[in-house]
């Protein structure tokens, strides 16, 4: 027999807190420093590319310049006779990066939903560290150049970095339910943007060396942690004896799990309540969905779309940024880097505060629009921002907190609403799925962008 809703989400409210572990804890930890460290090894590129245009371009030199012979020893490096040229080309390898990125993404959430998380998580992190040593690191020190071994390089690496983020959203999905979501997955992804912050910071302080070692030091970083997550990471309450999701939460909002993003039909709230408990009743193993059944599930290709468009601008801005600030208003690369931070923590904030104002309304779509309403307002005002350090920081701050803070929500919070919806509740092995969807159509997007 259905319980009344007031009911029905008591539950849920009042355990919130008193149902977390220090495992959950943990598992938060390691999750959201795993991604950073995947995002801080992909920030390093974007962080150095005016010393890599530099580097790929041969110096200005005088007519009354000795020329220097040999031609080949001394211009090995000169891959592109100009800036411009290389600047094309460094867009050429974000494309290929974010195409392959989400071509892997399709694949990584199938694949996690099958394989250990664990084991798929910490292949992807160490194997993509070595990756970015070669590209980055042991390239300049052997003075190895090439247009072709650098493309290759840069799709495999986004193949082996797709293999996170469907990961830890299946990992987070499985530990924690559906009340406190948004606010819990809101501070929760800005480990892309804490990411990004330790990425800029750790580039910026070695870049003086040579750009070589600010990839040697985030790679060096990156392995290291996937080593941790293989021999640390708990990937649902099971392997610790603890109840999962959804096996105690036949009374609770867990139920309702797509009911904030698709709309409040209370006529129907009978009908899902009773499909819900026979399902869970008959099928107490679920297997892992296909991925167009994926697709078909309420609200995945819907929010696919708009993540498409979100994550092109907001990809922009993580490509571009710090080499957009150094070229525009002729700041040094350093300082460019350290400047462009303040659009991290502006996602950071954004997506923290809208999580919590979309779990108090139990709406996260008005949210979103809202937000991205006065994105756009804000976007025109950075396009006109001076050449003043601080007014471009502030309203580069504003702007990351109405862009980043709903891609962090679509990406983590309404990803893992909507591989725990009715159709498919109990059942993790839809979570890394759904992910990969969500999150591979958004690189499409962001693709196309560059």
């Known amino acids: 027999m259905a319980l009344p809703g007031s009911l029905r989400r008591q539950p849920a409210n009042r355990g919130l807190v008193s149902r977390f572990t220090h495992h959950h804890v943990v598992v938060f930890l390691l999750t959201f420093f795993s991604y950073s460290l995947l995002h801080a090894s992909r920030k390093t590129f974007s962080n150095v590319k005016v010393s890599i245009s530099s580097q790929w371009t041969p110096s200005c030199l005088n007519s009354t310049a ?72 042991l390239t300049e020190w052997l003075h190895f150049y090439n247009k072709w071994f650098y493309c290759c390089l840069w799709v495999v690496n986004g193949l082996l970095q797709s293999t996170g983020w469907p990961c830890v959203v299946a990992v987070m999905g499985n530990w924690f339910g559906k009340a ?14 804490v990411g990004n912050i330790l990425g800029a910071f750790l580039a910026s302080c070695v870049l003086k060396y040579g750009y070589e070692y600010a990839f040697l030091v985030t790679a060096s970083v990156q ?18 004896g603890l109840p999962e999701l959804g096996a105690d939460e036949d009374g609770s909002a867990e139920e309702d799990a797509n009911r904030p993003l698709m709309g409040d039909d209370d006529a129907d709230d009978d009908d899902n309540r009773n499909y819900s408990i026979q399902a869970t009743d008959t099928d107490s193993q679920p297997k892992a969905i296909g991925f167009f059944q994926a697709c078909c599930l309420p609200g995945v290709v819907l929010y696919s779309l708009a ?18 600030l150094s070229n525009n ?3 040094k690369e350093a300082e460019a880097d350290q400047l462009s931070i303040w659009y991290d923590v502006g996602g950071i904030i954004g997506g923290t505060i809208q999580g919590l104002i979309s779990d108090v309304l139990q709406k996260r779509a008005p949210v979103l629009a809202i937000s991205l309403l006065f994105a756009v307002g804000s976007l025109f005002g950075y396009s006109r921002s001076p050449n003043s350090k601080p007014i471009n920081a502030v309203i580069m701050a504003i702007t990351g907190f109405f862009i980043g803070g709903p ?10 609403d909507l591989g725990r919806q009715d159709l498919v509740r109990g059942s993790s092995e839809a979570l890394a799925t759904v992910t990969g969807i969500v999150d591979g159509t958004g690189s499409i997007g962001a693709a196309v962008g560059q």
């Open 307 to 324: 993540y498409a468009c979100l994550k092109l601008v907001n990809y922009s801005f993580f490509f571009w940024l710090p080499f957009y």
């Open 223 to 240: 392995f290291a942690g996937g080593v941790i997550v293989f021999f640390g990471l708990l990937t649902s309450p099971k392997e610790v």
């Open 407 to 416: 891609s962090n929500m679509i990406s983590s919070a309404i990803s893992a």
């Open 180 to 193: 406190g979501r948004g606010f819990v997955f809101g501070l929760w992804s800005a480990c892309a943007s």
């Open 66 to 137: 000795p020329e220097l012979r040999p031609y080949e020893l001394w211009n090995s490096s000169h891959l592109f006779p100009n800036a411009e040229e290389a600047t094309l080309f460094l867009g050429t390898l974000d494309t290929i990066f974010l195409f392959s990125y989400a071509m892997g993404l399709f694949v990584s959430g199938i694949v996690g939903d099958r394989l250990n998380l664990r084991w798929v998580l910490s292949f992807g992190m160490c194997s993509s560290a070595l990756v970015v040593f070669f590209f980055g690191t």
């Open 329 to 331: 208003f002729g700041w």
